[in-house]
């Protein structure tokens, strides 16, 4: 059993389109995230949910719009996709605040 | 500020030897972790620091929280071809929100 799965695990799309990330995690974490890595392997945070509820949101393109149905499932939105939105999307999550993050395998978005 | 300054950026070593990589900040911060990413994979934790001054071992890993807690250090002893990989440090800021902030990465490669 994964314990953070991310789908799709690559995605290739035109410039313009609108597509989703899906993250669900089974370890019965309060606190999900998402990070974007880029080229360079800069891990960066880009959001975080505790209970469904929003409690970090960095300076975020707001073309990027994050959705929690239930504390096990956190999906990222991304709408009009620019080339500079290529990079690796990871999902992560972690329980107590102790920040021992468990990541998801990651989802490599190439816009063309 | 928030940076955190990780280094050596890579090291090339040979199998059998010691390995040894430090983050450092201008900032203080309440906890310390360091991850290993692997290929086409997300980060996995190694090992999680919570006190000043604390030194954890996880096999032939060791790691510190440095007294002034704007440190820490990973070493490796005796490495093998299966530690190469990226190590990234990562840290919670002391009166920040319950995020990391990663380092940029040290890439390790370790020759057979």
């Known amino acids: 059993d994964t314990a953070v799965s991310q789908t799709p695990k690559y995605l290739v799309t035109q410039m313009g389109n609108d597509k989703s990330i899906k993250c669900e995690q089974n370890?019965?974490?309060?606190?999900m995230y998402w990070y974007k890595q880029d080229s360079k392997k800069f891990l960066k945070i880009m959001f975080s949910?505790?209970?469904?509820?929003?409690?970090i949101n960095e300076t975020v393109p707001n073309r990027f719009s994050p959705k929690s149905p239930d504390k096990a499932h956190l999906n990222l939105h991304i709408n009009s996709l620019e080339l500079g939105d290529s990079a690796v999307y990871f999902c992560?999550?972690?329980?107590?605040?102790?920040?021992?993050?468990?990541f998801g395998s990651g989802t490599r978005l190439t816009v063309v | 500020g928030q940076q955190l300054n990780q280094s050596p950026q890579s090291m090339f070593i040979q199998e059998g030897e010691d390995v040894s990589m430090n983050c450092t900040s201008s900032?203080?911060?309440?906890?310390w972790l360091w991850y290993k990413q692997d290929p086409g994979e997300g980060p996995v934790l190694l090992i999680a620091?919570?006190?000043?001054?604390e030194l954890t071992s996880n096999g032939r890993l060791t790691a510190q929280f440095g007294i002034t807690r704007k440190d820490s250090f990973l070493n490796i002893s005796a490495s093998i071809p299966s530690d190469v990989g990226i190590y990234f440090c990562?840290?919670?800021?002391?009166?920040?929100?319950?995020?990391?902030?990663f380092g940029k990465g040290t890439k390790l490669t370790v020759n057979p």
């Open positions: 990562a840290g919670q800021l002391a009166g920040g929100s319950e995020k990391l902030v």
């Open positions: 992560a999550s972690s329980q107590d605040g102790r920040l021992s993050y468990t």
């Open positions: 900032s203080i911060f309440n906890t």
């Open positions: 370890l019965g974490h309060d606190t």
């Open positions: 949910y505790n209970n469904k509820e929003l409690i």
């Open positions: 620091l919570y006190k000043a001054g």
